[in-house]
């Protein structure tokens, strides 16, 4: 706290604290919009690129599928150091990382230039940035965590839907190149305005331990953490193809590039709306419940993608797998942020999105392979939604072990009562 604050009424300091905590939510969603638009600049800028330098859209699924490793890693470590270190460190070497990686593309000429530009972004440039940008955003409102998450988690899917959109009208007017950077442009121009306002409600290091806390991780918290984390796997093998090959499967179905770009910016708006809802859900019914719901949601569409063939069923269909899938993400954080402590945050879900990213990943480049070796999408549409039934069944099995701890936890106050009463 300042000086200036410390003789101001409780009433006065609370305003304040509400106002800079809106700016850092502000902030926060800002900067998940530009970091997840970049990664699915890869949806329209396929084409074009396989078009002028001969590559096949495994060749371009690739790089998709290393910048989600490099966020699958770089999560891992970063959300570590968050916890550690001062929150404008992984914040400056996030920022460059994306900025310069985006104006790398600009001027590629190779497949080696392309997958180093894209391990760039995700290994040194998003992953840096996002266990702090939920982190920080969620404990300046702590009984509204979830509507927060959302908020936060609701710019990234805009972002993914508003940057291709704009790249491809980018494309047709200036080609890929020129797009490329000017994207980057815009992107440096909103991470410089951002990244400054983002800290924690204590400062710009991460919260201590509690005093009630041991600083020690149990193995039920290791327990949770794991199957969360296979959870993620699988819903992201679930997401990762279709939103990678969204565009360009419904495009080619409905014989129109500027459909499959609008089904995808037609996902995405309503992803934002998803993740705001599916936030207030878990506030209300628990995370877990939440993340089923948003999970469900999006394994069904998956399913049903192959058997649609025009436009408008396309469009429709994109809404609700949109508002489901893009649940998952902000759910999936809030699951994590109720297994561990503030202070131990940052790495739990590092750990956890790595292997979240890892499913991404496998899921776009399988999903190219298989377009290269059947010309179709059909197959790999339906073992991404054999990965989301299986996803159920863990979140399933995670709703039982929550509820036998609870049912425990009740047993053993409830022996402890009667002891004492004797």
Request: hydrophobic share 50%.
């Amino acid at each position: 706290m300042s000086a200036q604050e410390i003789g101001k009424p409780p009433v006065a300091r609370s305003a304040t604290a509400r106002h800079r905590g809106t700016l850092v939510v502000l902030a926060a969603t800002l900067v998940m919009a530009m970091g997840f638009g970049g990664l699915g600049l890869v949806s329209v800028f396929m084409a074009p690129m396989e078009a002028d330098l001969g590559w096949t859209r495994s060749n371009t699924s690739l790089g998709y599928s290393l910048a989600a490793t490099g966020m699958a890693v770089g999560g891992l470590l970063w959300g570590r150091v968050s916890d550690r270190v001062d929150i404008r460190l992984p914040l400056a070497i996030g920022a460059t990382g994306m900025v310069s990686s985006l104006f790398a593309m600009a001027m590629l000429q190779s497949l080696t230039t392309f997958y180093i530009a894209n391990l760039i972004y995700g290994g040194f440039g998003f992953s840096a940035l996002y266990a702090p940008l939920v982190s920080t955003s969620g404990e300046w409102f702590p009984r509204q965590r979830g509507l927060v998450t959302g908020v936060v988690t609701a710019g990234g899917a805009l972002g993914q839907g508003l940057l291709p959109f704009a790249g491809r009208f980018l494309i047709e007017g200036f080609g890929w190149r020129t797009a490329f950077a000017g994207i980057g442009g815009a992107m440096l121009a909103a991470l410089a305005l951002s990244l400054p306002i983002l800290r924690w409600p204590q400062g710009t290091m991460a919260p201590p331990a509690s005093v009630t806390d041991s600083g020690e991780a149990g193995a039920a918290e290791y327990k949770t953490v794991a199957l969360l984390a296979l959870a993620a796997y699988l819903c992201c093998a679930c997401m990762g193809g279709p939103l990678v090959h969204m565009a360009s499967f419904v495009g080619s179905v409905c014989g129109s590039p500027a459909i499959g770009a609008t089904s995808l910016l037609i996902a995405m708006i309503f992803g934002a709306i998803g993740r705001v809802c599916f936030g207030v859900a878990a506030d209300r019914l628990g995370a877990l419940t939440s993340y089923a719901m948003a999970s469900a949601t999006q394994t069904a569409s998956v399913l049903v993608f192959p058997a649609l063939g025009d436009s408008l069923s396309f469009m429709a269909l994109s809404a609700v797998f949109g508002f489901g899938f893009a649940g998952n993400m902000t759910s999936l954080s809030l699951c994590v942020r109720d297994a561990v402590p503030a202070h131990r945050f940052g790495g739990a879900l590092g750990a956890v999105m790595m292997v979240a990213w890892a499913g991404m990943a496998s899921s776009s480049y399988v999903g190219g392979r298989l377009f290269d070796a059947t010309l179709s999408y059909n197959l790999s549409f339906i073992l991404e939604g054999v990965a989301g039934v299986l996803n159920l069944m863990v979140l399933a099995l995670l709703s039982f072990r929550q509820r036998t701890d609870v049912a425990q936890h009740f047993d053993g106050v409830f022996t402890e009562t009667n002891r004492r009463s004797k």
